[in-house]
């Protein structure tokens, strides 16, 4: 095996710590990102770092593939400090409102377009979805054998495959031969610090932006239009509190507090 094409799915999503700030559109039902700080998905860290182990065990190349607004390209950066080779940004608003499925089909348009890959890698779910879909639905759509929860990965020099994945209760051991798309489990590894050199070397790396007709994709198939699963109605419920301002003797007070709440319920 002369070295890995290895291609890794990063996401940028909102920093937990602005979670409080997060809004969903209520005529759309998509989440408000504008203005929002991010980070590269914990998981997809896992991933990446997964990679580059592999990297240094075989020798080749590591390319992050995104679908994120163009003003994510920073967050995007942060895996090239880590020490991958290159980015590709998948970004046009056509993309905008996609559930995991559209997001797949670009996500796998971009690694058609990248050429020879051995083998996908992605944190099996983000942070802001949850839905641990993308890794098989890509591997689905580019027709090669998927595998997701991954804790632990092996791959030798004929390109065999030996993964472990976890289950509701234990794991199970399976094989099989490149190429692959792996969802990787965070309790995979620990990933590695971005270091100054790293950092350094991250703005000489390149970075390709690709858009809906880079790609190849019809219109209809991608976003919110090429999206089955749709938002449900949203509203936001009035959140009022009713004030009164008693005044007495303590005791007549406290009688007409408990008289209060029973009227509202509160205590039977």
Excluded at 42 to 67: W, Y
Excluded at 113 to 129: H, Q, T, Y
Excluded at 223 to 234: D, E, M, N, R, V
Aim: hydrophobic share 40%; with cysteine; charged share 20%.
């Amino acid at each position: 095996m002369k070295g890995l094409n290895i291609s890794v799915l990063v996401k940028p999503v909102p920093d937990p710590g602005c979670y409080e700030s997060i809004q969903i559109d209520p005529q759309t039902g998509i989440l408000v990102r504008e203005g929002l700080p991010n980070i590269l998905n914990p998981a997809d860290k896992h991933a990446l770092e997964a990679a580059l182990q592999l990297v240094e065990q075989h020798s080749g190349r590591v390319v992050m593939v995104s679908m994120a607004p163009p003003n994510a390209l920073e967050t995007v950066k942060e895996g090239l400090a880590m020490g991958a080779d290159e980015a590709w940004l998948l970004s046009d608003r056509a993309f905008a409102g996609a559930d995991t499925l559209a997001t797949s089909r670009v996500l796998a348009a971009g690694i058609k377009k990248l050429g020879l890959c051995d083998l996908v890698l992605a944190g099996s779910e983000s942070a802001d979805g949850g839905t641990a879909h993308v890794p098989s639905q890509v591997g689905e759509i580019l027709g090669i054998s998927h595998l997701t929860n991954v804790t632990w990965l092996n791959i030798d020099t004929d390109a065999n495959v030996r993964a472990r994945m976890k289950m509701e209760n234990g794991y199970i051991e399976v094989e099989g031969a490149l190429p692959m798309v792996i969802g990787v489990s965070r309790g995979m590894n620990v990933p590695r610090y971005t270091s100054l050199p790293g950092i350094l070397a991250a703005q000489d790396k390149p970075v390709k932006v690709l858009g809906l007709n880079n790609l190849g994709l019809d219109p209809g198939s991608v976003g919110l239009a090429g999206s089955p699963t749709q938002p449900g109605k949203l509203s936001r419920p009035e959140l009022k509190r009713q004030g009164e301002r008693l005044e007495g003797e303590p005791a007549e007070l406290a009688k007409r507090i408990v008289a209060i709440m029973r009227s509202s319920g509160v205590l039977s």
